[in-house]
């Protein structure tokens, strides 16, 4: 029975991903009398899909019975690959956000300053503006700090070095011992917390986004109004939370990595 009267339904392709779905973890190998148990389908049709999707190398048969192959794998990365790895955390942000009710973000290092390179906000009255491509002194946000901190004792030099391109003067200003000791406080604990120190009213804790080899990659944080949200809801209510955030994100970026965008070439014609 078709499980969609819509004639733009392919019931073909519905029943063969109902195959696949069959393979879990305590079944990797299945019979054609048990793939066509477990999906209600009948052997004829069942031992059709798995014909087809033999030859396509996403199934392979031993003994009898079939399991799949590690080209299903292709599939499921098809998503990531078609995205960009901000795309990809984009729905991670949107959950922090249900979560604390604040705007959460991520920021990458350009220099001296922080880039905004994905951000879902809430309506709330701030001080500064941020949109995709902000840019902020990175020693005096709490995304900075995540970033800053990462960096070799050489890297932070040349880093500091050079001169911000965010047009901004932060509120407030550290000598490099002050700024040093932040730094290693951010990396023993590690998350950042920022008080209005780049302007009145801004407030937010930072947590890092790690590759696969463990190094800082990007920063995400949740950004609050210092007149709303006391610094100990921001620590001990939305930190754990963006934690878990991170981790996620970080795990994302890893797959990701893995499976680099492809450059597609479209098949030459066969005449």
């Not at 793939?35 to 048969?61: C, D, F, N």
């Not at 970033?147 to 001169?163: H, I």
Request: with cysteine; glycine share 6%.
């Amino acid at each position: 029975m078709r499980r969609d009267s819509t004639p733009e339904f392919i019931e073909a392709l519905a029943r063969g991903l109902d195959v696949l779905r069959c393979f879990e973890p305590g079944r990797p190998a299945m019979t054609l009398s048990e793939l066509a148990t477990a999906t209600g389908l009948a052997r004829p049709t069942v031992r059709r899909i798995l014909i087809t999707l033999e030859q396509l190398g996403y199934v392979r048969s031993s003994g009898g019975e079939f399991s799949l192959t590690p080209r299903v794998l292709d599939l499921g990365m098809a998503y990531i690959r078609s995205q960009s790895m901000w795309d990809l955390a984009v729905p991670h942000l949107r959950k922090l956000v249900e979560q604390t009710g604040e705007s959460c973000s991520i920021a990458q290092l350009d220099g001296s300053d922080i880039v905004y390179v994905a951000r879902v906000a809430v309506p709330k009255l701030v001080t500064l503006a941020v949109t995709i491509g902000t840019r902020f002194p990175a020693p005096v946000t709490s995304l900075g700090k995540i970033l800053l901190a990462s960096l070799s004792p050489t890297e932070l030099d040349r880093t500091l070095a050079e001169a911000s391109r965010s047009g901004i003067e932060p509120r407030c200003r550290r000598t490099r011992d002050e700024l040093d000791a932040v730094l290693s406080k951010v990396r023993a604990r590690g998350w950042a917390l920022t008080d209005e120190e780049l302007a009145p009213g801004i407030r937010s804790v930072a947590a890092p986004i790690r590759d696969g080899e463990g190094a800082v990659v990007a920063a995400v944080n949740v950004n609050a109004h210092a007149a709303e949200t006391p610094v100990e809801t921001l620590t001990e209510r939305h930190l754990p939370l963006l934690l878990g955030a991170a981790s996620s994100i970080s795990a994302d970026w890893e797959a990701w990595k893995a499976h680099p965008m492809e450059v597609l070439t479209p098949a030459r014609r066969q005449d």
